[in-house]
């Protein structure tokens, strides 16, 4: 075996001298909280009032770590001719142990029932206590930071859009005809319709019998 004895020894103390004078960036957790960047993914949160038990986020999830259970329950709704069926959520479990995290689940709900958190600190000594329920789930929602705040210079959300909209809009009664739009400044006047000419009449078009001639009468001439 060819080589220089304790070459190898050398190379390892040359690193050690390096890296002595170098500060150390451990950082003392749990005595030092650490900076989590803002996006950081930690636990899930649910908003249960905003659940409507579509099943989206449960046939979506890769891991099939979302358990759902509702039962559907009449609502007798004034001036329907029949009362109307609604799902109420009776479970709403998340397996952290299963999770991977990838936020499929968030994405896919329309009705922002489900949130992330930064809370990453829920380790447990049983893996089946990592099996969160809905009260559980719910408790994390004092956690969720708030929404980040709106680029000033970028475009209007389209909720706000459409709020102003109906604000500038007239009220009209519910006898009201509807009024055309205004057009927008700046854009070209609408031309008026052009009406089409009416067709010439055919003079070899047969000309029905006055109502007093018999069957066999001959026709009037045309004019």
Not at 167 to 177: C, I, K, N, T, V
Not at 207 to 216: H, K, L, N, R, T
């Amino acid at each position: 075996m060819s080589g220089v004895p304790g070459k190898g020894l050398a190379r390892g103390l040359a690193v050690t001298f390096q890296t002595m004078t170098r500060r150390a960036g451990t950082q003392q957790y749990p005595d030092v909280a650490p900076e989590l960047p803002p996006r950081s993914r930690g636990v899930i949160a649910l908003l249960e009032e905003n659940c409507t038990v579509c099943m989206l986020c449960a046939r979506e999830c890769p891991d099939w770590c979302i358990y759902i259970d509702s039962h559907k329950e009449e609502v007798v709704v004034p001036g329907a001719a029949r009362p109307r069926q609604r799902n109420v959520l009776d479970r709403f479990d998340i397996d952290f142990a299963l999770c991977m995290y990838c936020g499929i689940c968030i994405e896919a709900c329309p009705f922002d029932a489900l949130y992330w958190t930064p809370e990453f600190e829920y380790a447990e000594y049983d893996i089946r206590d990592l099996l969160h329920d809905r009260g559980r789930l719910g408790e994390w929602m004092t956690t969720v930071p708030p929404p980040p705040a709106h680029d000033p210079c970028g475009e209007p959300a389209k909720e706000e859009t459409a709020a102003a909209r109906r604000a500038a809009a007239p009220a009209d009664g519910p006898g009201a005809s509807p009024t055309r739009a205004s057009p927008a400044p700046g854009a070209p006047a609408a031309r008026p319709a052009r009406r089409l000419p009416a067709p010439p009449r055919d003079s070899a078009a047969p000309v029905e019998p006055p109502s007093g001639a018999g069957p066999g009468a001959p026709p009037e001439p045309a004019p």
